[in-house]
């Protein structure tokens, strides 16, 4: 069958154009609806992911207030352990100079002149002492000095004070000397000898 078309060509439609023009429609739907699609998607997603981060944090901190406690222990079981590791350096420093004082001590006797006694015996500081004590004469006091300068344990000795005084009416001389004491590492472990 022939068809033919008998409106004039000004109003003539291009069927061509026609079905271009409903393509080109067809297309721009499709492009929304998969425009649309993707962000439907995409929300869904981002969703998914949101909820699943949610439940993420809520385990930790499940697992976290789980661990409080022990953290807690922890915690006490360090603060003790400082308090102790303190202790320890106390009773160490105590020891290091336990043995010197001990030597100081010995030292002082072995070379303590015939009467003369010691009154006091003070560390005025760190290597530092101050010794006092009664005897019958300024000599003995020297060569009390004199045996102290020679030991390996005192040095710097000097006289503070030397005065007369009584003791049940005999007449002595109280004295105050003061001296250096060499550190712990430079004295020899072995005790002194008397000489």
Same mark, same amino acid.
């Given at each position: 069958?022939v %068809?033919i @078309?008998?409106l004039p060509?000004e109003?003539r439609?291009?069927? !061509? %154009?026609? /079905?271009?023009e409903r393509? %080109? ?6 492009l929304? +609806? ?5 962000f439907a998607l995409?929300?869904?997603?981002q969703?998914l ?5 949610r ?5 930790l =901190?499940a697992?976290s !207030? /789980?661990?409080?406690?022990?953290? /807690?222990?922890?915690?006490k079981i360090?603060a003790?352990? =400082?308090? #102790?590791?303190g202790?320890l350096?106390?009773? %160490?420093?105590l020891?290091?100079?336990?043995? +010197?004082?001990v030597r100081?001590?010995?030292? #002082? @006797?072995k070379? +303590?002149p =015939?009467?003369t006694? #010691?009154t006091g015996?003070e560390?005025?500081?760190p ?10 004469? !300024? ?6 000095m004199?045996? *102290?300068?020679?030991?390996? *344990?005192?040095?710097?000795v000097?006289?503070?004070? /030397? ?5 049940n =009416?005999q007449?002595v001389v109280?004295f ?7 550190d ?6 072995i +005790?002194?000898?008397?000489?």
């Open positions: 069958m %068809k @078309n008998l060509p109003e439609v291009d069927r !061509n %154009k026609v /079905a271009l393509v %080109k429609d067809n297309v721009h739907y499709l929304a +609806l998969t425009a649309i699609l993707v995409f929300g869904g997603i969703e992911s949101i909820r699943s981060a439940a993420d944090v809520k385990e =901190e697992q !207030n /789980a661990i409080m406690p022990q953290l /807690a222990r922890v915690q360090q003790e352990k =400082e308090e #102790l590791a202790r350096d106390v009773i %160490k420093r020891d290091r100079g336990r043995l +010197l004082r100081m001590l010995d030292g #002082l @006797n070379r +303590l =015939e009467y006694w #010691l015996f560390e005025t500081g290597g530092s002492v101050l010794i006092e004590g009664v005897t019958f004469s !300024n000599l003995v006091v020297a060569e009390f004199s045996r *102290l300068e020679a030991s390996v *344990l005192f040095s710097n000097d006289l503070d004070i /030397a005065q007369r005084g009584t003791i =009416e007449h109280q105050a000397l003061t001296g250096s004491v060499q712990d590492s430079s004295v020899p472990i +005790l002194e000898t008397e000489e």
